[in-house]
């Protein structure tokens, strides 16, 4: 149009005719093409390049929702990112001091009130709280939260003096007030609910409060073990005293505790829990974080080792872990659990197994060395009760050496006699000799149970298998004592005290007679190496204790257990080779560097 109006100036004062008028009216043909619609179909490119115009379009149509909705996405995926391992483990590494250990094993309670042997629990309980009193390796009591006391001429009185500089993790002190608290709470639930507690046997036991920082226990007789029966964890009053007893195993305390020690829990999962370093703690922890990574199995720890998640990791099972040596930056401790036996317990409510000559032939049969080296387990072979590291050990106890000529003596006379062509021992009734072992379901469990089946297999016995879940071990092997042959592993004291092993009062759950071993004189000799402080004595009693159970062959014997702990070489660790307990190697995490 514009060109029109151009060429109409031209001609100036020009007249036009009618017909000349309208062609400078008449568009061109360029501007023809202008005006045409284009009714293609858009192509992803399109949307593509007009995508901003678009998303700009929407957002103004749904306005204010549309927003409100932006920011809840963005909310969720800030929420997630924080809780999520990346933050917590490489995020704040470069901040702080994370230390992340791999074990294997599942949460049971954090509460240390109630007894378990669980590695665990006992893990976290040694991080987050602190003793009454410690012990050294033989035994002696040392000062924790209490610093002195005083010991009656009688033995039946103790009076405790404590230190008053501790604090909870929450910035209260420390009193004499929770010391009580821990030791009446822990009888009343063991006493009035029945749980096996670290009261049970203070139950009658009397403890007054004689000043702001001194407590007093009397005891109804003397006990020769009462230091370590007072090495218990204390807990707070202030968080606890107002929660109903039939309550406490099921309070938040179980998941999320505070204690006194150098770390406080302050997030807890099925499989890790965190811990920060306590502010209140008497030293500064120079490691910030803890990251307590669990696995189910000892592959899923090996995968998480070789990813480079774990600055150190512990274990039984060294067959398992000694991938850890293809890792030069990384250092091996290992020390014999003195205080771990593992047995195979013989129910001797069972008629089967009444008769002790079973029992001894079947010990017979079992030729320990061999025994580790096919399970691959790292141990030290053991043949009673008391380890040969204590001072009540009896060398002259009955050993029952890999003989199957003895064993076969020992079950002829009970009627059973080795079939020649099957190879099985057999009844006067043609039945073939067998039993049924249960023990609990895990991979290293597993190896030694096969282990054990196929050398009695080779003797002529047949060994049935019962792998169980945990809970079906607790509640309905256990707790209702329902076995033949039970595989287990128990946790025994530093004093030799045997009492809850082998008294026959002990036979039901929740103690730990499994056997249901009964035999008067050993119950007695007991009962006197416990009441006795005099260490000549109670070595006289344990020395004929050690004998007459041997004799009664109400277990086998198997080992001690070698405990493994691998650590990166620039964490500086404490002393780890001569602990009693795994869970003692934290004994001075504070000082831990990394």
Avoid: C
Wanted: net charge negative; aromatic share 14%.
């Amino acid at each position: 149009m514009e060109k029109h109006m151009e060429d109409a100036k031209k001609t100036g004062s020009k007249k036009l005719s009618m017909k000349e008028a309208f062609e400078l009216l008449k568009p061109s043909q360029d501007v023809i093409k202008v005006g045409v619609v284009n009714k293609r179909k858009k192509t992803l490119r399109d949307y593509i390049w007009e995508y901003p115009q678009n998303l700009e379009s929407f957002f103004k149509r749904t306005s204010p929702l549309s927003f409100i909705m932006i920011f809840i996405l963005l909310g969720i995926g800030m929420f997630g990112f924080l809780r999520s391992d990346t933050f917590a483990e490489v995020f704040t590494a470069k901040r702080t001091q994370v230390f992340v250990e791999g074990n294997i094993g599942a949460i049971s309670t954090f509460n240390p009130l109630f007894v378990s042997q669980n590695v665990v629990d006992s893990d976290i309980h040694a991080l987050v709280f602190e003793k009454f009193l410690d012990l050294a390796p033989d035994g002696t009591p040392l000062p924790n939260i209490a610093k002195e006391w005083v010991v009656s001429s009688d033995a039946k009185t103790y009076d405790f003096s404590i230190s008053l500089t501790h604090k909870w993790q929450d910035g209260e002190k420390l009193t004499v007030d929770d010391v009580i608290f821990t030791f009446e709470l822990a009888k009343k639930l063991s006493k009035d609910h029945g749980y096996d507690t670290v009261g049970s046997t203070l139950v009658d036991v009397k403890i007054d409060k004689i000043s702001e920082d001194k407590l007093r226990f009397t005891l109804p007789e003397s006990n020769a073990t009462f230091f370590e029966i007072v090495s218990v964890y204390i807990v707070p009053k202030h968080i606890l005293e107002d929660v109903s007893t039939s309550d406490i195993p099921f309070n938040a305390f179980s998941r999320y505790p505070l204690g006194s020690g150098a770390y406080r829990v302050y997030r807890s999962e099925p499989n890790v829990v965190y811990l920060k370093a306590s502010e209140h703690y008497w030293v500064t922890p120079k490691i910030d974080t803890i990251v307590y990574r669990l696995y189910s199995d000892y592959k899923s720890l090996e995968a998480a080792f070789r990813n480079g998640v774990l600055d150190a990791m512990g274990g039984v099972d060294s067959s398992s872990m000694k991938f850890s040596t293809e890792y030069p930056d990384y250092v091996e401790y290992e020390t014999t659990l003195f205080s771990r036996i593992r047995m195979i317990f013989f129910n001797t409510r069972k008629e089967k197994l009444e008769r002790k000559e079973i029992r001894i032939a079947l010990n017979h049969l079992i030729n320990k060395e061999l025994f580790l080296e096919e399970s691959q387990v790292s141990g030290v072979v053991t043949n009673g009760p008391i380890p040969s590291t204590s001072w009540a050990y009896n060398p002259e106890q009955t050993v029952y050496g890999y003989d199957p000529a003895k064993a076969a003596e020992l079950l002829s006379g009970l009627g059973y006699t080795k079939n020649e062509t099957s190879g099985y021992f057999e009844s006067e009734d043609k039945k073939i000799l067998s039993f049924n072992l249960s023990y609990y379901n895990s991979d290293f469990n597993n190896r030694l149970a096969n282990v054990f089946k196929d050398m009695l297999k080779d003797e002529g016995i047949v060994i049935n298998l019962e792998p169980l879940t945990y809970t079906q071990l607790t509640q309905e092997i256990v707790a209702t004592r329902d076995f033949e042959l039970l595989m287990y592993e128990v946790v025994t004291t530093v004093d030799p005290d045997q009492y809850n092993l082998w008294h026959s009062i002990k036979s039901n759950y929740p103690d730990l007679n499994l056997s249901g071993y009964s035999y008067e004189r050993v119950d007695i000799l007991l009962e006197d190496g416990r009441r006795s402080v005099d260490q000549k004595v109670r070595k006289e009693k344990y020395t004929l204790f050690q004998r007459y159970l041997t004799q009664d062959a109400p277990v086998v014997f198997l080992y001690h257990p070698n405990y493994k702990y691998v650590v990166k070489k620039d964490i500086k660790v404490g002393e780890i080779q001569n602990i009693i307990f795994p869970h003692e190697r934290f004994e001075d995490i504070a000082y831990w560097t990394k």
